[in-house]
């Protein structure tokens, strides 16, 4: 599939408002914009979680409520021609670094009007043109291709950086371990951010490995460190050193944001083997109580801190209406952008005809 056909041809278009980080003036701007894009991505993902118990996504959901301080502390800052490569429980960077709450909802409901037009789960979607790489099922497989879009952007004269992330799972997989070292090697332009949020599926992280995760990272030669992923201005300020770093040309960073999944591993999992105690004492750590008590302290007011904006609600709203009145993919568009045409290849061909019979293909 070309892209960039492809994006100019939707609908939804980017979000030009958010690529907020860089255009903060003050302190005070800072705040303000880092709490509303947390508010924006909960209330974005509550209203998936309650679409999903309506029947009405096709796919999984795998919400990464809790966890909205290191999507948007980590994205809030980045330029427009930086890249994310954003995993599954990620779908508050999407709508940070640009991508508009229409299409993400249309990608979640498999529209037509969608950027992988209905095809696959929203998981696996992406956008060049904003610097959105999109990810495979395989945990930690977006990793080497962070480091060869890095490595890519630095070949052409870009001073371009991508973030990529991974959960702390994923420190066990091949994937992890050849991509940092390749990217150790070749110093590329990557801030690798590491979302430990206690569990993989039901694993927790003292059976998950036998030293701190941000110590695999020093391994590479890369400056690795912990931080609280529920505070979003340290998760910001933490990003935004690393990748300045990565900007001057001295490599990659590894940075674990220890944080809580407050919900299952997708909405189907119940999380029976959790105690209620332990949730309950991380839902008192919620990024947006935090980051409401730090800006009451600091000159806001109760009026200036809606829970959310009614801008917010009604952005939402928008998106499902909107994915809601689009179409379905018809039956055909399933095998449309399988095959590059220029290459010759115009139409699917089976290796076994006698079996398979596609009347309007003329197999």
Request: charged share 25%; proline share 5%.
């Amino acid at each position: 599939m070309d892209v960039k056909t492809n994006a100019s041809r939707r609908k939804g278009g980017a979000d030009e408002r958010v690529s907020g980080g860089e255009a903060a003036q003050s302190r005070r701007e800072l705040l303000a914009g880092l709490y509303y894009q947390l508010w924006r991505v909960r209330h974005f993902e509550d209203s998936v979680a309650r679409l999903n118990k309506q029947g009405k996504i096709l796919g999984g959901v795998y919400s990464g409520r809790g966890q909205e301080a290191i999507v948007v502390g980590t994205v809030f800052g980045l330029r427009r021609d930086d890249m994310i490569a954003p995993v599954h429980r990620d779908i508050g960077a999407f709508l940070v670094k640009g991508m508009s709450a229409r299409l993400v909802m249309a990608q979640i409901m498999a529209r037509e009007s969608a950027p992988s037009r209905g095809k696959d789960s929203w998981t696996h979607t992406g956008d060049i043109e904003i610097g959105i790489i999109g990810s495979t099922s395989m945990l930690a497989s977006s990793m080497p291709i962070a480091v060869g879009a890095g490595l890519a952007a630095r070949m052409q004269g870009m001073d371009s950086v991508v973030v990529s992330f991974f959960g702390e799972g994923s420190t066990a997989r091949g994937d992890f371990h050849e991509a940092l070292n390749f990217a150790g090697i070749h110093k590329a332009p990557c801030v690798w951010v590491c979302e430990n949020n206690q569990y993989a599926y039901s694993t927790p992280t003292h059976l998950e490995s036998p030293v701190p995760f941000y110590k695999r990272g020093e391994a590479y030669g890369m400056p690795s460190l912990a931080i609280d992923g529920n505070d979003v201005l340290t998760v910001y300020e933490t990003t935004m050193q690393a990748v300045e770093r990565a900007r001057r040309g001295e490599g990659g960073t590894v940075i674990e944001c220890v944080t809580y999944r407050m919900e299952g591993h997708s909405e189907a999992d119940q999380a029976t083997y959790r105690d209620r105690a332990e949730v309950e004492e991380w839902r008192k750590k919620d990024p947006i109580l935090r980051l409401r008590s730090h800006m009451l302290a600091n000159g806001f007011t109760e009026e200036e801190l809606p829970e959310p904006a009614p801008s917010i609600i009604d952005e939402v709203r928008d998106a499902i209406d909107w994915a809601t009145r689009s179409p379905l993919p018809d039956g055909r568009q399933a095998v449309e952008d399988i095959y590059d045409e220029s290459a010759g290849v115009t139409h699917w061909a089976s290796p076994y005809p006698n079996y398979v019979r596609i009347p309007w293909l003329g197999r």
